[in-house]
């Protein structure tokens, strides 16, 4: 059975979205969902990538135990927020301990020979 249509108000005004105000949107939509610690971390870090990185703490057991997911999350979302804001590609780079997870981004580098 085909879905319903969707019933849509009789005037309904288009409006179309350039320059700015597009790219704005779109970076939005890139990072639905994110949480906003990851986001500030992520902004924050653009601002010197590679000399400067941002901590984690593991503070309980619980943290701890879910070390692994935690590290993948934060890369995860630390790779979005970077192709959202920053005009070059960048690493996210990652290093674990018993109590904290440390965070920084790396500039990458081209694999292509100088002639």
Do not use: C
């Not at 870090?45 to 590290?71: Q, S, V």
């Amino acid at each position: 059975m085909p879905p319903k249509p969707i019933q849509l108000p009789d005037k309904l005004k288009l409006e179309r979205l350039r320059g700015p105000a597009f790219l704005e949107l779109k970076q939005t939509a890139r990072l639905a969902g994110l949480h906003p610690a990851i986001l500030e971390m992520g902004q924050a870090l653009l601002k010197a990538p590679g000399e400067e990185a941002g901590m984690f703490a593991l503070n309980d057991d619980r943290l701890r135990a879910k070390a692994a997911e935690i590290e993948a999350a934060f890369v995860a979302g630390l790779r979005r927020v970077a192709k959202a804001f920053h005009p070059t590609p960048m690493i996210v780079k990652s290093a674990r301990t018993d109590t904290k997870l440390v965070f920084w981004y790396e500039a990458t580098h081209s694999r292509a020979k100088k002639a």
